[in-house]
């Protein structure tokens, strides 16, 4: 498929063409303008000609004779002018009774046939002799109760090449003038877009921590100024609704986790006291275990909300990936072994990074916490760790249950969990992954999964390495906000 234009390059590329099309239609006209008034001075002479030339012909007995006075210039060079290309015909019988120097040496003369139907139809006729245009005029005229057949004709070679000379100049301006259309089509069309460039980057700008932030006003009062106040309107709402939802989570943290901490405190002094009844006891701890999960599940919850509100802040620390992930692994190993599953840990080699290390740690573990909860008894889960180009990778997998294809591309959606029709399987929140594919990409790198059902399930993590400058730049950067 074809990549989409600019809207800069649409603009140009439409206004250019449009350009051409005015351009050439403006040229065909000049030149068929040009054509149609030539053709018709050509036309005017001829009648002149052949009226003019008919008053100089004197009929002695019977024959025509051309005469005129020469010593009037004027009139010798008109006749000199009409006669160049002339003949005279008797109607009735055709015979050509006189004819012109140049029109005996080019034979324009017309055949007796010829004559009779130019006497039935007179009219303008063109013919080309010897490389040379003419336009010929014919017309009857009468003397003496007889009828003779005037033919005069005027040469139209430089009109042709007037109108080759133009066609050519159209030709050459058509592709120079397109071209200028073009580049100025393409100036037009950034001048006319900068300021809704402008206002893009204005509105980019714009993040969850710089809500108060609005987009200026020109003062054009044009179609610009009436968005920018609608987005104005809109990001006022936005604030609004987002101020709200830190007091919601102010408001639930202290609401939700205090009466927790009473329940719990309680419970644990019902349990400590001497003699409870045995069910007393199981119940108590059934509460307890469920206390800590609504707990972290909270926890959890308000933590993302923190996070999606850019107030979490990052230090970033220059530490070795490979060896985190390894000492990771091995801390795990005995909470595999106790569900009856092998972890088996690799990592060789360093792989430096600058990142906020107690959070990669965070993404690590939860990817690690899930292939064991997600794995039965007997199974496997391997972490690996290994620097790949100028990419830090740490690769978790398992030969868990597996997640079905429809719901992979949900699975890092917050409060998404996978369907499944085993009762038993253990579930949370759906916040551990959503939280681990945002400290992944905040720090610059991608989370991928592959999972087929049945047969397990790998997520891999890549970050950027750390640069060789990197310890200045931890320096420099070492409480870095997630809103930068």
């Not at 707990?295 to 620390?317: H, T």
Request: charged letters at 20%; hydrophobic letters at 45%; a negative charge.
């Amino acid at each position: 498929m074809m990549p989409s234009l600019k809207l800069r390059t649409k603009l140009a590329l439409f206004y250019a063409a449009l350009f051409a099309i005015l351009l050439a239609s403006a040229g065909i006209t000049v030149y068929r303008i040009m054509a149609l008034r030539l053709t018709a001075a050509a036309d005017d002479n001829l009648v002149d000609h052949g009226a003019g030339l008919w008053g100089y012909i004197q009929f002695h007995a019977g024959k025509p004779v051309l005469t005129y006075d020469t010593s009037n210039h004027q009139i010798a060079y008109f006749v000199r002018d009409a006669t160049r290309y002339y003949q005279l015909y008797d109607a009735a019988s055709g015979e050509l009774l006189l004819e012109s120097t140049d029109s005996s040496l080019m034979h324009l003369a017309l055949p007796v046939s010829e004559v009779g139907r130019r006497v039935g139809r007179p009219g303008i006729d063109v013919i080309a002799v010897e490389g040379v245009a003419l336009r010929l005029r014919s017309a009857l005229y009468q003397a003496n109760g007889h009828f003779y057949l005037l033919r005069v004709g005027v040469s139209v070679e430089e009109d042709l090449v007037d109108l080759a000379e133009l066609k050519r100049v159209l030709f050459l301006l058509l592709p120079v003038m397109t071209l200028v259309g073009v580049v100025g089509a393409w100036w037009m069309a950034g001048k006319v877009l900068r300021p809704l460039q402008e206002l893009q980057n204005e509105a980019s700008a714009i993040s969850i921590t710089q809500l108060h932030r609005r987009l200026p006003h020109r003062g054009t009062r044009d179609e610009l100024d009436a968005l920018a106040a609608t987005f104005n309107q809109v990001f006022t709402l936005l604030e609004d609704a987002v101020r709200r939802m830190k007091q919601f989570s102010a408001y639930m943290s202290h609401e939700l986790r205090t009466p927790l901490t009473v329940l719990r405190g309680e419970a644990e002094i019902a349990l400590m006291r001497p003699g409870p009844p045995k069910d007393w006891r199981g119940l108590l701890t059934s509460q307890l275990e469920e206390f800590d999960k609504l707990d972290r599940v909270i926890g959890r919850f308000l933590l993302l909300a923190r996070a999606e509100a850019g107030q979490i802040e990052f230090e970033m620390v220059e530490f070795d990936l490979c060896a985190l992930a390894a000492g990771l692994g091995k801390e795990m190993i005995p909470v595999a072994m106790s569900r009856g599953i092998s972890l088996k840990v690799a990592c060789g080699g360093e792989a430096r990074l600058v990142a906020d290390r107690g959070w990669i740690e965070r993404v690590i573990l939860n990817l690690l916490d899930n292939a064991i909860k997600f794995t039965a008894g007997g199974g496997q889960v391997h972490i690996v760790a290994r620097s790949a180009g100028d990419r830090a990778m740490v690769e978790v997998s398992d030969t868990g249950s597996g997640i079905a294809e429809a719901e992979l591309p949900h699975i890092f959606d917050c409060f998404y969990r996978a369907h499944d029709s085993r009762p038993t399987r253990p579930g949370g929140a759906g916040l551990g992954l959503a939280l681990t594919k945002w400290i992944v990409e905040k720090h610059g790198g991608v989370i991928q999964v592959d999972s087929r059902v049945g047969a397990g399930s790998v997520f891999t993590i890549t970050l950027p390495l750390a640069p060789p400058d990197s310890s200045e730049s931890a320096a420099t950067a070492s409480s870095l906000s997630i809103a930068d």
